[in-house]
């Protein structure tokens, strides 16, 4: 059968401890620590990531707010080029109204004159005529002076009637 000896079994477990405790000081407490130092490293990786994540929320936000605020800014501009720009062109169609009724009036205006200048030249026109027509009917020449007396008479006398 199998026999035990006991100085042997002693022999094996003292060195079966002290294999134990090498392997711990040599081999499993490096590996704990890098274990505990990779541990360390993916926490502070993951909170680090978070505050980045938090951060870059915040940025998010900012943007957002800044992008709101240009948009009502640029709003706000266009709005206002608009409505100045109405303004302008209700002044700039007042003035062409304005210039206008002043052309209209000045063309009446030259108008009247020129109509009285016509009549008053037509009036000078038919007295000659008329002398003329005198003239002939009395077949005898009329004197220069008499015929302006009588020209200016008949220049008056159509003046007075038209004017």
Known sequence: MIE???GILVAQIITFLIGLVLIW???LKPLNKKLEERKNTIEKNYSLAEKTRIEVENFKKEYE????DIQSKANQIINSALEEAELK???IIKLAKEQAKELLEKTHQQLQEEKKIIIKQLHNQIAQLGLLIAEKIMEKTVDKNIQEKLLEEIIKQLSDEKL
């Open 4 to 6: 035990i000896n006991p």
């Open 65 to 68: 707010l800044k992008i709101s």
């Open 89 to 91: 062109k209700q002044d």
């Open 25 to 27: 000081k040599f081999f």
